[in-house]
Nanobody
Framework: QVQLVESGGGLVQTGGSLRLSCAASGSIRTFNAMGWYRQAPGKQRELVASIIRSGVTNYADSVKGRFTISRDYAKNTLYLEMNSLKPEDTAIYYC????????????????WGQGTQVTVSS
């Protein structure tokens, strides 16, 4: 019964920055994998960034070098720092955690947040 709550979305211009937060119930230190997905209108949901318990991170090619995923154990919060934003980044961003699976793609004991809208204009 893990609960995830995203925040930090909004409207920014091309080249701007946003930091998304995902506050989790329980201790994220014990979660095997966490990540950020996004879904734009008319497009498939895609994995943007992930981090596993060891601290190893992974990024989609489209955001590599611009986005950074991180976590704060004390706050039980996952972050996505987004820089140099482009209109193509416009989407609803979702936080996901997997309690026992090896990757964020794992099925079972998976929990999702409600999503937060990111819109990049101009």
């Amino acid at each position: 019964q893990v609960q995830l709550v995203e925040s930090g979305g909004g409207l920014v211009q091309t080249g701007g920055s946003l930091r998304l937060s995902c506050a989790a119930s329980g201790s994220i230190r014990t979660f095997n994998a966490m990540g950020w997905y996004r879904q734009a209108p008319g497009k498939q949901r895609e994995l943007v960034a992930s981090i596993i318990r060891s601290g190893v991170t992974n990024y989609a090619d489209s955001v590599k070098g611009r986005f950074t995923i991180s976590r704060d154990y004390a706050k039980n919060t996952l972050y996505l720092e987004m820089n140099s934003l482009k209109p193509e980044d416009t989407a609803i961003y979702y936080c996901k955690t997997v309690l026992f699976g090896a990757t964020v793609d794992s099925r079972g004991y998976e929990y999702w947040g409600q999503g937060t809208q990111v819109t990049v204009s101009s």
